[in-house]
């Protein structure tokens, strides 16, 4: 089987139905009858089961959540998991982020490399070999979710009334093969304490907003204060900050309030080293005035437990792997009103070793005396299969025999649907070398890059779901 040759056949086609599915806006929105995660995910849905319906193959959709295409027959199941949710846009694009282009055999769009284009290229992998007449050993279902980037009810949903994969991967991280993913906590940072005569300065902060998602790092910040004196010298240290720290920042005066912008570079949570944190940016410059004493409680706290925290000293959860490496932290949401106080969003991402149990109710005894409390905890355990696993092995082996690349399996601090799975790993679609753009502006994929990627699907399916001795 040349499993290039095969795909080059059908790449028109692919990158037209990519096309079509980078062009719906399936951010999760509000949830309404019919659609638990709003409009956008299921329109996403529906459009990659229809191409399953047009291929007159199986189908099922489950509570709107997710759905499956699925090929072949026999006892064991394959699972291929991906999903169509995106995270927002963000700003700052050169192109309207679900209006494709192609530039420089590049496809610019939100989604496209997180996770709507490897998603398509997994299904061609299959429809090809269906196309092509070759005999699955087994059934093999594409398993599509709306959820993955916020709170995976699809995956939930779906796994109550469907079958559980015997195997399977998610092209959903990188090659060559993932065989662990760190642990994935969220949890709320909350200023419980307020006090009723708070107004001990001329400047009251009024609001702080910064990021939209756990799982980002925020790209920007704001701060409303009201400035009862010395506009000008507030003013005039904030552009003082700006030109010390390298930051980009903005000012404007609105009917006496004082509103501070600041940019920095998002990021995946998973990797918060690679962004910058508008929000604990800003932090650092209310630190320097005289605030009131609410925003001083706020601001002293992030100071102690929220700015540079990156992999969990400031919490007592630093913890290494010598496979899945460091805990890492990312506050992708941090708000404040003088009214409900702050809030710090927190994304934890730990590998096994770590008592994350433990390490937070710990945390919340040690933050109990600062007028803080922990709310809303979730918690996925680190997920991992041994390196020489058949399937990883498998996997591997169809990689390496369209690259030259001779790297082993390696772990992550990302989270993907394989954690689901008791045998699943992530694989692909990201090459070695290729520029990370997920959760970006301008986010993009190389077309060949894309088509070697449904190659390697194609390659790594003929493997193992494929009779050999039948074409």
């Known amino acids: 089987m040349d499993a290039k040759h095969l795909v080059s056949q059908y790449k028109d086609d692919l990158i037209d139905d990519l096309i079509g599915l980078l062009s719906i806006d399936s951010v999760k929105g509000e949830a309404v009858k019919g659609a638990p995660v709003g409009e956008g995910p299921k329109q996403a849905l529906e459009y990659m089961i229809d191409l399953g ?156 907003i910064a990021g939209e998602r756990y799982n980002m790092v925020p790209e920007s910040a704001e701060a409303k204060l009201k400035v009862l004196t010395q506009m000008s010298s507030i003013i005039q240290a904030y552009e003082g900050f700006i030109r010390k720290t390298g930051n980009t920042g903005t000012y404007e005066i609105d009917g006496g309030f004082l509103k501070l912008e600041l940019s920095g570079k998002s990021a995946h949570g998973s990797t918060p080293e690679e962004g910058v944190n508008a929000g604990t940016e800003l932090l650092k410059f209310l630190r320097e005035i005289e605030l009131d004493r609410n925003a001083r409680q706020f601001v002293s706290f992030a100071q102690s437990y929220i700015t540079g925290n990156l992999t969990g000293e400031q919490f007592n959860m630093a913890h290494h792997h010598e496979e899945m490496g460091n805990v890492s932290v990312n506050t992708g949401m941090i708000n404040y009103t003088e009214v409900d106080g702050g809030i710090f969003g927190v994304n934890l991402r730990y590998p096994i070793g770590l008592d994350f149990d433990k390490g937070i109710k710990d945390l919340e005894e040690i933050i109990k005396e600062t007028g803080f409390t922990i709310e809303d905890i979730s918690d996925q355990k680190p997920h991992y299969v041994d390196k020489n696993d058949p399937l990883v092995l498998t996997l591997l082996e169809s990689y390496q025999k369209h690259t030259n690349d001779d790297r082993e399996a390696f772990t992550i601090g990302g989270g993907t649907y394989a954690r689901t799975l008791e045998t699943g790993v992530a694989f692909g679609a990201m090459f070695e070398g290729t520029t990370d753009t997920m959760h970006q502006k301008d986010e993009r994929i190389n077309i060949d890059e894309l088509m070697l990627a449904t190659a390697i699907y194609l390659e790594a399916l003929y493997n193992t779901c494929v009779v050999k001795s039948e074409v």
């Open 53 to 208: 319906v047009k291929a007159g193959l199986p189908t099922k959709v489950v509570d709107n959540l997710a759905g499956h295409i699925e090929f072949g027959a026999g006892e064991k199941l394959f699972g291929v998991l991906g999903h169509v949710d995106v995270v927002p846009a963000g700003k700052g694009w050169t192109s309207q982020p679900f209006e494709p282009v192609i530039v420089n055999n590049e496809i610019i769009a939100r989604g496209v490399q997180d996770d709507k284009g490897p998603t398509m290229a997994a299904y061609y992998a299959l429809k090809i070999l269906h196309n092509e007449g070759y005999k699955f050993n087994q059934r093999v279902r594409l398993i599509v979710g709306t959820d993955e980037e916020s709170d995976w009810q699809c995956t939930e949903a779906y796994f109550k009334s469907e079958e559980m994969p015997d195997a399977g991967f998610s092209p959903d991280a990188e090659f060559p093969v993932i065989h662990g993913e760190k642990g994935i906590t969220s949890f709320n940072i909350v200023q419980s304490h307020l006090d009723d005569e708070y107004m001990d300065s001329d400047i009251e902060l009024k609001a702080f």
